[in-house]
């Protein structure tokens, strides 16, 4: 069964710093196409970074030389390093995974965790 669980949210003061995590399963972990999207106020989600085909990072511009992707592979663990935090930020953070289209990941990955809510107060 495919399962993405996410924790490490909470509520922090602007310029703080947070770490969330996301445990995928296996079986799709392997794919190595995974990232972080971002629903804020307007009830879309927005994707914040995520390792696209070739291992490559992509960076939504707002985050860039704040937030940092990475993974533990021994844990099939996702996580997003947030620094200096903006109440811009604030927001669930949804995980998500999908497995390859022959070698290429997905434009649009089909599954996703619960989310952890990050709060940014100025």
């Known amino acids: 069964e495919v399962k993405l669980v996410e924790s490490g949210g909470g509520s922090v003061q602007a310029g703080g710093s947070l770490n969330i995590s996301c445990v995928i399963s296996?079986?799709?972990?392997?794919?190595?196409?995974m990232g972080w999207w971002r629903q804020g106020p307007s009830e879309e989600r927005d994707v914040v970074a995520r390792?696209?085909?070739?291992?490559?990072?992509h960076y939504t511009d707002s985050v860039k030389g704040r937030f940092t992707i990475f993974r533990d592979n021994a844990k099939n663990t996702l996580y997003l390093q947030m620094n200096n935090l903006k109440p811009e930020d604030t927001g669930m953070y949804y995980c998500?995974?999908?497995?390859?289209?022959?070698?290429?990941?997905?434009?649009?990955?089909?599954?996703w965790g619960r989310g952890t809510q990050v709060t940014v107060s100025s």
């Open positions: 390792f696209m085909t070739g291992d490559r990072i």
């Open positions: 296996g079986s799709i972990y392997t794919s190595g196409c």
């Open positions: 998500a995974a999908d497995r390859r289209i022959r070698t290429s990941c997905p434009q649009r990955f089909n599954y």
